[in-house]
């Protein structure tokens, strides 16, 4: 089932890294967007930031 919101699990599955740094990716995402601790952060989010494909990390995450 696809989900809007990522969590730091989700991060680690993509990049291979472990949850904690997962949820410090988040972390520095919603900082550079100016979104409150706890706000949804999406995949394609992530991709940019990671400056990733992503086609590749939705095959990945879901």
Known sequence: MKTL???G???AKITGRSER???MILSQI???NGKPRGHCVTLR????H????YEDAERVCY
Do not use: H, M, S, T
């Open 21 to 23: 740094y997962g949820n």
């Open 5 to 7: 919101c990522l969590f």
């Open 45 to 48: 989010e992530v991709c940019e």
């Open 9 to 11: 699990a989700d991060v």
């Open 50 to 53: 990671l400056d990733i494909c």
């Open 30 to 32: 919603r900082k550079k």
